[in-house]
């Protein structure tokens, strides 16, 4: 039986005047796919990623998002989607619980329906004594856990996380990858960008972007494979050389 594609991306462009930030992308993903974004800094993963999210306009080329056009629906693909900057997530100057609450009234969800999972939530992460702490007191990875649970809390079909794992140590960040396991299985499809290659391992497939080109796509073992290498680490090497 054929899966499901949430995202088809074809012959897509992006550039800033003279600089193509994203070179003649083509890809899909499937419905309840971990689906890794791989590159260096500079790549152009998060440029993909804001286009991706009806965020940002292509300048050509064709991009569906859980079966709208991005350039001309923007609106009902954001509806359906939930999002994870690397930047920014939460707002400093609110408590726990008023972070949930806020996002939660941007994603429509009703006061009766955000009570009942808010709760759900603190509880699963250990956070329900916490929950009138302001957020710029919470660790780095507890502020990471809580804004992916927020960034899915709607629900959506298909959440983008932006480097989710920079700065947060490896204990943190296998943790922040079992939550991520479990969204899957709950079917929400995972599209999730990293600098971590070792991260890769942990997707169910992988595209490898080097200066705005997609230059490697396929599963880690096929990839590996592919390049005659030990780790998705050595993968990488051998691209940018």
């Given at each position: 039986?054929?899966?499901?594609?949430?995202?088809?991306?074809?012959?897509?462009?992006?550039?800033?005047?003279?600089?193509?930030?994203?070179?003649?992308?083509?890809?899909?993903?499937?419905?309840?796919?971990?689906?890794?974004f791989l590159g260096a800094?500079?790549?152009?993963?998060?440029?993909?990623?804001?286009?991706?999210?009806?965020?940002?306009?292509?300048?050509?080329?064709?991009?569906?998002?859980?079966?709208?056009?991005?350039?001309?629906?923007?609106?009902?693909?954001?509806?359906?989607?939930?999002?994870?900057?690397?930047?920014?997530?939460?707002?400093?100057?609110?408590?726990?619980?008023?972070?949930?609450?806020?996002?939660?009234?941007?994603?429509?969800?009703?006061?009766?329906?955000?009570?009942?999972?808010?709760?759900?939530?603190?509880?699963?992460?250990?956070?329900?004594?916490?929950?009138?702490?302001?957020?710029?007191?919470?660790?780095?990875?507890?502020?990471?856990?809580?804004?992916?649970?927020?960034?899915?809390?709607?629900?959506?079909?298909?959440?983008?996380?932006?480097?989710?794992?920079?700065?947060?140590?490896?204990?943190?960040?296998?943790?922040?990858?079992?939550?991520?396991?479990?969204?899957?299985?709950?079917?929400?499809?995972?599209?999730?960008?990293?600098?971590?290659?070792?991260?890769?391992?942990?997707?169910?497939?992988?595209?490898?972007?080097?200066d705005g080109r997609i230059?490697?796509?396929?599963?880690?073992?096929?990839?590996?494979?592919?390049?005659?290498?030990?780790?998705?680490?050595?993968?990488?090497?051998?691209?940018?050389?």
């Amino acid at each position: 039986m054929e899966k499901k594609k949430v995202i088809t991306v074809e012959n897509l462009v992006k550039k800033f005047g003279n600089f193509t930030a994203n070179d003649n992308l083509n890809f899909h993903v499937d419905q309840g796919e971990i689906f890794g974004f791989l590159g260096a800094n500079g790549a152009g993963k998060t440029t993909a990623m804001r286009i991706l999210c009806g965020l940002s306009a292509p300048t050509s080329g064709k991009v569906d998002v859980a079966g709208f056009d991005v350039s001309h629906q923007s609106e009902e693909v954001k509806k359906r989607i939930g999002y994870m900057s690397q930047k920014f997530s939460l707002f400093e100057d609110l408590s726990v619980w008023e972070n949930m609450r806020f996002f939660a009234t941007v994603y429509g969800l009703s006061a009766k329906v955000f009570k009942e999972r808010g709760e759900q939530l603190l509880h699963k992460l250990n956070l329900f004594e916490e929950r009138k702490r302001l957020v710029s007191t919470l660790s780095l990875g507890w502020k990471q856990k809580l804004a992916f649970s927020v960034a899915i809390l709607h629900q959506p079909s298909i959440v983008f996380l932006d480097e989710p794992t920079g700065g947060v140590d490896p204990i943190t960040r296998r943790q922040f990858w079992e939550m991520i396991y479990e969204a899957a299985d709950n079917g929400i499809t995972v599209f999730v960008t990293t600098h971590y290659m070792d991260e890769a391992e942990y997707c169910d497939r992988v595209t490898i972007m080097v200066d705005g080109r997609i230059d490697a796509l396929g599963t880690p073992s096929e990839l590996k494979k592919q390049f005659n290498a030990a780790s998705m680490n050595d993968v990488f090497l051998a691209l940018a050389r």
